[in-house]
């Protein structure tokens, strides 16, 4: 078993950055990635981003690409979500979760921390 906590969410102003930090207890060896979703209000549950745990290989959805930098701190078990400009539409309760298993080449979600409201005003 993997155990992820979040923290660092908040109010922020449009333009504004916020990082969000997801702590990784347990199995920590059997992670393989650690992925971040977010689930505004009303709406469905969205991947973000990804990075591979050994290799720190970075996935991104287009409408955060350079804006959204994920990273991993292996010796503290950490991964980060370090999110820039913000938007008033990257309102939402962001999640991480960490993938123990790859089926058929994708990545599971077998742990999920959380969430952490993240609002940022306009």
């Known amino acids: 078993q993997v155990q992820l906590v979040e923290s660092g969410g908040g109010l922020v102003q449009a333009g504004g950055s916020l990082r969000l930090s997801c702590a990784a207890s347990g199995r920590t060896f059997s992670l393989k990635a650690m992925n971040w979703f977010r689930q505004a209000p009303g709406k469905e549950r969205e991947f973000v981003g990804r990075?591979?745990?050994?290799?720190?290989?970075?996935t991104y959805i287009d409408s955060v690409k350079g804006r959204f930098t994920i990273s991993r701190d292996n010796a503290k078990n950490t991964g980060y979500l370090q999110m820039n400009s913000l938007k008033p539409e990257d309102t939402a309760v962001y999640y991480c979760?960490?993938?123990?298993?790859?089926?058929?080449?994708?990545?599971?979600?077998?742990?999920w921390g959380q969430g952490t409201q993240v609002t940022v005003s306009s």
């Open positions: 990075i591979t745990w050994s290799g720190g290989l970075t």
């Open positions: 979760a960490g993938s123990e298993r790859v089926v058929f080449g994708r990545y599971q979600n077998d742990y």
